[in-house]
């Protein structure tokens, strides 16, 4: 089973997202901040991280870098979110390692697809 780890400041989107990966039978991990959320990813080492930019203590932008740039981590896939659709923020996104950009609000569906794109159906 593939193992996701979700890490959004915001419950609910955490909830809806962990929800719907789970229907599918991806296993899910949750942080809610970006301590959290780093220490979480090197302890389980996911397939797929879900991150948002915007967060208490360490942002998703920072995650990102640390992790991308470790031969370690470097190769699990990162699907950035945030409410921030200006370019420069995407451009950001792509230099601190992301693979994919999503914009809030979003639709889960999509989500879905994107990281079916990376891990494949169950």
């Known amino acids: 089973m593939k193992k996701i780890l979700i890490v959004d400041d915001e419950q609910d989107i955490v909830e809806s997202l962990k929800f719907v990966l789970e229907g599918y039978n991806y296993t899910c991990y949750c942080a809610y901040n970006g301590e959290d959320g780093l220490r979480l990813a ?8 879900i991150l948002d930019v915007m967060m208490p203590r360490i942002n998703g932008f920072k995650i990102s870098r640390l992790l991308k740039f470790d031969k370690k981590y470097k190769d699990i896939p990162i699907l950035m979110i945030t409410a921030r659709s200006q370019e420069e923020d995407k451009l950001i996104g792509e230099e601190t390692g992301a693979d994919e950009y999503i914009t ?19």
């Open 104 to 122: 809030k609000p979003f639709d889960l569906d999509d989500v879905m697809k994107i990281v079916q794109k990376y891990l494949g159906k169950e």
């Open 42 to 49: 090197r302890e389980i080492m996911p397939d797929l991280i």
